[in-house]
Nanobody, 114 residues
């Protein structure tokens, strides 16, 4: 059974940084592409980063330069480093893997506010 558990969210001031973690289990982590999504209040869930099994990373243009996705296969954990945070980054952040089907974490709240 796939489990994805996000951690590291919270309240941060504009301009600050935050690192999210996603602890994964139940599938061969190193073999699978992993992703981060977010959902802001009143908006659809949107893709924000992917790290492939071969470590190739992809981001949408509107976030390039402010976020960095990484993974530690020895720890079955994926990370999302977010810098220069803006109020519009406020959202629930989810990790995702397609292993037999779409699998999502429970989500973690990130609030950017002064």
């Amino acid at each position: 059974q796939v489990q994805l558990v996000e951690s590291g969210g919270g309240l941060v001031q504009p301009g600050g940084s935050l690192r999210l973690s996603c602890a994964a289990s139940g599938f061969p982590f190193s073999l699978y592409d992993m992703g981060w999504y977010r959902q802001a209040p009143g908006r659809s869930r949107e893709w924000i980063a992917t790290i492939q099994s071969n470590e190739i990373k992809r981001y949408p243009d509107f976030l390039k330069g402010r976020i960095t996705i990484s993974r530690d296969n020895a720890k079955n954990t994926m990370y999302l480093q977010m810098d220069s945070l803006k109020t519009e980054d406020t959202a629930v952040y989810y990790c995702h893997v397609f292993y037999r089907r779409d699998n999502w974490g429970q989500g973690i709240q990130v609030t950017v506010s002064s």
